[in-house]
């Protein structure tokens, strides 16, 4: 029985959930569920498919190269002609830019892992798994790599692997806590967002800030009806469709991943996820600085303009949001405040070079040496304690 009162999905699971007999369908996750060790936990069995999920496969999958090709292509394309950008002077510019002032861009940005770690740490504990931070900030590191080189956030479902690879743990489960992390964080995104905005545009809202502001208003009401849905008729629904049992327990410990969270740990995980995506507008405040560029943004501009360009990595078209994202921060700094084009182009590829090329640099060298990417025994985890 769960706090709220609420049977666990455990105990509102079909009788007939033991039969493992057949292979789940292939999915868009390409996974295989597989009956569980006697001697493993509940759940410890279900399986990724290695083949399909290797990260030297997917870098050579025409639709990996082609999703960060295009996008580079186009970006290329639009920059040749984007009136008012002049190229001569973008290198120089980047050039002399302090770098001191980088430095600390560049350190701010990597004090948000840990945060992330702590945080998974504390949403896989709430699901039995009571993995340390450090392993679980090493993981979500090398998972940011995959996610900044292969498409359709591939690295949410890498990390669940690696985790499966390294420690007995439930993979459905696994992605629930990643499903609801990601919640907390467009949730805050969107919240911030909208609060930095009224505060920077608090003496009037341009026709652009109002659709902006539309956007995070449709996510907060998407988010809440569609948890509010999962919680209270996903299951309902699954059971009256001609599904297999294994699926429902796969969705089962899915949700249980999902809502695991404790009640006492929602303003934690809600404060951690503030102070982490804060990081982004602090980094991009940093970066301004660096280009010595007179530009009037603020903190609240910044968390505003950082916000609303992470907002678009949401959509997994191209790996990080490549073109997508730096077109979104120089149309906010041009159209909005009115930032001169050619700066705008600096500040963007700067803040992008320390988010996204810096992450691949070490990323690699991280897959490279840790041993969570080459596997071994699994661990055992010790119950989660409260």
Partial sequence: MSEGGRPTPEKRRHPAHHDYRRDLPESGLEIVYDPPDIDEPPG???E???????????????????????PLIIV???????????????GPTIAAASPGLL??????????????????????????????????????????????VVPAK????????LLRLNFLVSLSRTFGTVFIERVFDLFAIALLGLAAGFWSFRDGLSNEVRIIFALGLVIIAALAVGLLLLRNFGRRTLERLPLPHRVLDFYDRFEEGVFSIRRGDVWRIGALTGLIW?????RLMFVVAALGFDVNLGISGAFFVALAASLLTAIPLTPAG????EAAIITILTVIYRVPV?????????????????????????????SKTKGGPRKPVGPAVS
């Fill in 44 to 46: 410890a069995g279900d």
């Fill in 48 to 70: 990724v498919d290695t083949d399909q999920i290797s990260l030297s496969r997917r870098l050579r999958n025409p639709r990996t190269i082609i999703s960060i090709v295009v």
């Fill in 76 to 90: 290329a394309l639009v920059a040749r002609n984007l009136p008012g950008l002049q190229l001569e002077k973008l």
């Fill in 103 to 148: 430095l600390v861009a560049f350190l701010i940005h990597y004090s948000g892992f840990p945060l992330r770690g702590y945080r998974w740490h504390r949403l896989l504990r709430g699901a039995g798994a009571n993995i340390g931070v450090r392993d679980a900030t090493e993981i979500l590191f090398i998972s940011w790599l995959v996610n900044c």
């Fill in 154 to 161: 591939l690295g949410d479902v890498y990390r669940a692997y």
């Fill in 278 to 282: 804060s990081t982004e507008a602090v």
């Fill in 322 to 325: 490549l073109g997508v994202v």
């Fill in 342 to 370: 050619t700066e705008a182009t600096a500040i963007a590829l700067v803040d992008r070079g320390i988010s996204v090329v810096s992450v691949i640099v070490l990323g690699g060298i991280a897959y490279l040496l840790s």
